[in-house]
């Protein structure tokens, strides 16, 4: 691991009370003498302050510690040399903390992007993300931080029986009180979990859902979703916006913001020189369902897609999942109190689980 201290940006903000510290460490496996690289910025928002808490934690403990702290990425970009060098630098058993406003740019090597997923597979270093909370307000801290404080038992055989209902599932159908009426294809489709077995590439924290990849091709119907991404940020609409799809592509959507994310992805996929551009970021990526009963809607999709209760759809890159599209850009919307069916089954009403 490269050695960097760029501790000293961070010297004007304060750390955060995270009662859940330890049950974090104890998830990742994180003990004395670790080498650990962690990823922040030095924006107005809870990211460098949360980055902050885990620095003097690890150095309490006696980890070895290198950080860098940037500039917020608010757009789609490639991560400077510097942070390429600094992650390509991580070897087996080394922890890669990454904590963002917006985002840290993607990863590259001679021009093709690189998913993390694979560069962890293959260096077998640890990895845990807390990304994309530029658009917390300060009155949603504290919220945002209780979703860290999740039960393990019972977060983990909730997953287990969606997960198992899910992998005997044909056809997934989804409607909600705002309008909500999607249908798509999920037969032997890849199933996984997000509960911090960080061996199995569950980095995302907090934790909690079950998703699964869609048929790229199979999306048909109307979603309405009350938070979704768009690159560097999550946005909470006043009233719930329209996404319409058809054979797997978004081709409509009554949300200004999501409308003109859509458009830059597209060209930055395009600049990319990614194959059919605008099919890789309108395609059904994902389908998944929160699981974490601590988390609540607080604008930062990291948290909102675990809410329980909830189910959210992804379009764009799922590569990383086990699907087919590659590409740059995923982006996730969250359906409030949706009734779900796995083929004829009814497995969750209005946000209610059956199973």
């Known amino acids: 691991m490269l050695q960097i201290d760029e501790s000293k940006k961070l010297s004007s903000f304060k750390e955060l009370k995270l009662p859940a510290m330890n049950k974090v460490l104890k998830i990742y496996e994180i003990k004395k003498g670790d080498k650990i690289l962690i990823w922040t910025d030095d924006s107005k928002t809870v990211a460098p302050r949360l980055a902050k808490t885990f620095l003097n934690k690890f150095k309490k403990m006696g980890c070895e510690v290198s950080i860098i702290v940037e500039k917020e990425r608010k757009s789609m970009s490639v991560a400077n040399k510097k942070t390429h060098d600094a992650i390509f630098s991580l070897r087996e058993g080394e922890v890669f903390v990454s904590i963002t406003s917006g985002g840290k740019g993607y990863l590259e090597k001679n021009g093709k992007r690189i998913l993390m997923r694979s560069l962890i597979n293959s260096k077998k270093f640890k990895m845990i993300y807390c990304g994309g909370l530029s658009s917390i307000k ?47 294809i999920i037969k032997n489709r890849p199933v996984l979990v997000n509960d911090g077995d960080w061996k199995v590439y569950s980095t ?24 979704y991404k768009v690159t560097g940020k999550t946005i909470l609409p006043k009233k719930a916006v329209e996404m319409i799809f058809e054979k797997g592509l978004l081709i409509e959507t009554t949300g200004k913001e999501m409308a003109n994310n859509l458009n830059k992805a597209i060209d930055f996929n395009r600049l990319k020189k990614v194959k059919n551009a605008e099919v890789a970021v309108r395609s059904i990526a994902e389908f998944g369902i929160g699981t974490n009963k601590k988390a609540t809607i607080v604008g930062s999709m990291i948290c ?13 890159a799922n590569k990383h999942m086990g699907g087919k599209t590659q590409g740059y850009g995923h982006f996730d919307n969250v359906i409030l109190a949706p009734t779900i069916w796995f ?13």
């Open 138 to 184: 300060p009155s949603k801290v504290n919220a945002f931080l209780a979703a860290f404080d999740h039960n393990e038992k019972e977060l983990k055989s909730l997953n287990k029986k969606i997960a198992n209902a899910m992998k005997k599932a044909s056809v997934v159908k989804i409607t909600c009180p705002a309008g909500t009426d999607l249908t798509m």
């Open 204 to 227: 995302n924290y907090p934790v909690g859902e079950v998703y699964t990849v869609p048929l790229e091709s199979s999306a048909d119907g109307k979603a309405f979703v009350s938070s």
């Open 304 to 316: 909102d897609e675990k809410v329980f209760g909830t189910c959210h759809i992804a379009i764009g």
């Open 343 to 355: 083929d004829k089954k009814m497995i969750m009403k209005n946000g209610k689980l059956l199973i």
